[in-house]
Nanobody
Framework: QVQLVESGGGLVQAGGSLRLSCAAS???????????VGWFRQAPGKERDLVAG????????YYTDSVKGRFTISRDNAQNTVYLQMNSLKPEDTAVYYC????????????????????WGRGTQVTVSS
């Protein structure tokens, strides 16, 4: 089991920044450190999609096209935490953001399909006002 908790969401004006954190419980840290972690988002009435992902050692990252150049994913395995730095936020970034860990261990590449992720957090709301 991997227990994940997201934090850092909030209300921000367009052009502003937020940093989201996805923290694993100490008891699940060893598993968390071996997993790819993805940040997903889901806006009302829309599907949940992968925004960014990072492999267990940071060797591969993924960004969906709409956030490239604005969002940066990173991880600190010593702290069992994955971060999503979001800059130049736009109203269309408004959504609930979730982090999730990949089913596989020690993957070399970020997995994209949502169905390949397990151990979901409960999400954090990000609202960008225009």
């Amino acid at each position: 089991q991997v227990q994940l908790v997201e934090s850092g969401g909030g209300l921000v004006q367009a052009g502003g920044s937020l940093r989201l954190s996805c923290a694993a419980s100490p008891a699940s840290g060893r598993i968390f450190r071996s997993k790819t972690v993805g940040w997903f988002r889901q806006a009302p009435g829309k599907e949940r999609d992968l925004v960014a992902g990072i492999t267990w050692n940071g060797g591969d990252t993924y960004y969906t096209d709409s956030v490239k150049g604005r969002f940066t994913i990173s991880r600190d395995n010593a702290q069992n935490t994955v971060y999503l730095q979001m800059n130049s936020l736009k109203p269309e970034d408004t959504a609930v953001y979730y982090c999730a860990a990949d089913l596989k261990y020690y993957s070399d590449y970020v997995t994209i399909p949502l169905t390949q992720y397990d151990y979901w957090g409960r999400g954090t709301q990000v609202t960008v006002s225009s």
